[in-house]
């Protein structure tokens, strides 16, 4: 990473690959800002970064509401200063079939996992073009290439979110600012939590039926942390890293039925 800590704001930041990067960060000696709805998770977090040598800052927030993240983004900047990195983490799955989901439920999943990352970013490009420094990263998902049953407003937002990625790209350009995807395959955290268990086979099976499931090979949340954490510490005047798929390691061939 850069010789100088870094101030990083990561959202959903109270378990799974949000938190496991805010610990990544920390053991690096960053000071990081940890926004979430469930305030005694982030506090658990926060203690974690502390622990592993960085400095954190926990802070209630509500991804799906503008007034929330103006202010998260308040507190975040006079406790610890102006974003240097923005991880757009926050996400979530109501797994089920399209005519089968209410309207609640597929604004929730829109909400969570696009326009959250919009009215982010839209919070911290201002200071960084001022600033002509900062990275916004993205934490995306293969769905969006390979979408999946039961996963509809899912991967239709995660596709949006690649889009949306290109676009701070293009805007950005020459600024000094980047756009990172981080295009995430399988990994275990608590967001497979959300699927119905009694749903489980079918929609194992459904994956398997359409060629989007070929085993069951994932990887830990703090893979995808190290991704982050490697990909923002290349200097912005050697590189631009656009698009960073992770996939699970150690894959290897397995009989066929």
Request: proline share 7%; no cysteine.
């Amino acid at each position: 990473m850069s010789p100088e800590p870094r101030t990083i704001w990561i959202t959903g930041a109270s378990s799974g690959i949000g938190a496991a990067t805010a610990r990544a960060f920390g053991a690096e000696g960053h000071r990081v800002a940890l926004g979430a709805r469930r305030e005694e998770r982030l506090e658990e977090v926060a203690k974690q970064v502390e622990g592993a040598g960085g400095r954190a800052f926990a802070h209630p927030l509500d991804v799906r509401d503008p007034a929330s993240i103006d202010r998260f983004a308040r507190a975040a900047e006079a406790a610890l200063g102006p974003p240097d990195v923005l991880v757009n983490n926050a996400g979530q799955n109501l797994s089920s079939l399209l005519h089968e989901a209410s309207p609640e439920a597929l604004r929730a999943d829109v909400e969570t996992n696009l326009l959250s990352a919009l009215w982010m970013t839209r919070a911290v490009l201002p200071g960084m073009l001022e600033r002509r420094a900062g990275d916004v990263v993205f934490i995306g998902s293969d769905t969006a290439q390979r979408p999946r049953p039961y996963m509809a407003a899912y991967s239709a937002a995660k596709a949006g979110i690649e889009a949306l990625a290109k676009v701070v790209e293009m805007e950005t350009e020459g600024t000094g600012v980047r756009s990172i995807l981080m295009r995430v395959g399988p990994t275990g955290s608590e967001f497979g939590n959300q699927m119905p268990k009694e749903q489980i086979h079918d929609i194992l099976a459904s994956w398997k039926y359409w060629g989007v499931f070929r085993n069951m090979h994932w990887m830990p949340a703090e893979s995808v942390a190290r991704a982050v954490v490697r990909t923002v510490a290349i200097p912005v005047e050697e590189s631009y890293p656009a698009v960073v798929e992770v996939q699970p390691g150690g894959r290897k061939k397995e009989p066929r039925d």
